[in-house]
């Protein structure tokens, strides 16, 4: 995390505490949910694919994974935070 964020890697993680959101989105990646609210709330981020490729780049690394967890997980977080109806 401290070669993506360098010093603001303190305050991803700070928001992981206080959400509990470290948890890992997928085992196999070093990415945390922290990240795609880090991304939100403090990147401007508005559209999941913004996240997914920009942000949390995972859809780089595995399409599959990026498509079956990071975007499910990226819109409800979204829609969580921008209070998007059903």
Same mark, same amino acid.
Request: proline share 4%; with cysteine; charged share 40%.
């Given at each position: 995390m401290i070669e993506t964020y360098g010093t603001r890697a303190i305050r991803v993680v700070k928001l992981g505490k /206080?959400?509990?959101?470290? $948890? *890992?989105?997928h085992p196999d990646y070093p990415f945390c949910e922290a990240e795609i609210l880090y991304a939100i709330r403090e990147e401007m981020a508005q559209k999941p694919n913004d996240i997914?490729? *920009? *942000?949390?780049? %995972?859809?780089? %690394?595995? /399409?599959?994974?990026a498509? $079956?967890? %990071? %975007?499910p997980k990226v819109t409800e977080i979204l829609a969580k935070e921008k209070n998007w109806s059903a």
């Open positions: /206080e959400n509990d959101m470290l $948890e *890992r989105i997914a490729c *920009r *942000r949390v780049p %995972l859809a780089f %690394l595995d /399409e599959k994974i498509k $079956e967890i %990071l %975007l």
